[in-house]
């Protein structure tokens, strides 16, 4: 059975960090491919960062720059370093794996303001 717990979001004031986590249970965690997405009430959820089995990274244009998404395979981790926060950034946020089938955490919430 897979699993996938996020931890880390919290209130943070507008250009703070927060750094999420997402730790992985039940699936080869290096052999699948891992993203972070994000949801507001009322809009669809969307894509923002990901990163491949070998390294590449793929960022939402409005996160440029601010987050940094990494894994590390030896912990079985995927991690979301968010810089210079908005307001804007507020969201639950969602860890995704993909391997032969698509697997989603329970989400995080990360509020932003002052």
């Known amino acids: 059975q897979v699993q996938l717990v996020e931890s880390g979001g919290g209130l943070v004031q507008p250009g703070g960090s927060l750094r999420l986590s997402c730790a992985a249970s039940?699936?080869?965690?290096?052999?699948?491919?891992m993203s972070w997405y994000r949801q507001v009430p009322g809009k669809e959820r969307e894509l923002v960062a990901l990163?491949?089995?070998?390294?590449?990274?793929n960022y939402a244009d409005s996160v440029k720059g601010r987050f940094t998404i990494s894994r590390d395979n030896t912990k079985n981790t995927l991690y979301l370093q968010m810089n210079s926060l908005k307001p804007d950034d507020t969201a639950v946020y969602y860890c995704?794996?993909?391997?032969?089938?698509?697997?989603w955490g329970q989400g995080t919430q990360v509020t932003v303001s002052s």
């Open positions: 995704k794996a993909v391997r032969f089938a698509v697997y």
């Open positions: 990163i491949t089995v070998s390294g590449n990274t």
């Open positions: 039940g699936l080869i965690f290096s052999t699948a491919t």
